[in-house]
């Protein structure tokens, strides 16, 4: 099931640049077909670990990145909780 995830995060957010919350809305409304909760909120979490990590990465790659990283790491876990939150709203 993950892959199949996977193959519409692929498509929605990397190809077409649609955002998360658009990617999270359509999954949840069923556009895609039925998809288990604790799959999809694994996969979010997945996503973010990526971002988190792509964000450590490029803090040691350069100073300013460094000073914003603490930041924008907060941003985006409140992000996903924000987007997990709204996908386990009924």
């Known amino acids: 099931m993950t892959e199949r995830l996977w193959e519409i995060y692929e498509q929605l957010c990397q ?9 999270v809305r ?6 895609f077909g039925d998809f288990d909760r604790h799959d999809v909120v694994g996969f979010l979490r997945e ?3 990526a ?5 450590q990465t490029k803090a040691m790659e350069h100073a300013r990145y460094a000073e914003m990283a603490d930041e924008v790491s907060e941003e985006t876990h409140q992000m996903f909780d924000d987007l997990i939150e709204h996908y386990e709203r009924a």
Do not use: P, Q, T
């Open 15 to 23: 190809v077409e640049m649609r955002s998360l919350d658009e990617f």
């Open 26 to 31: 359509r999954l949840k409304s069923g556009e």
């Open 47 to 49: 996503i973010e670990a």
């Open 51 to 55: 971002m988190l990590s792509n964000i």
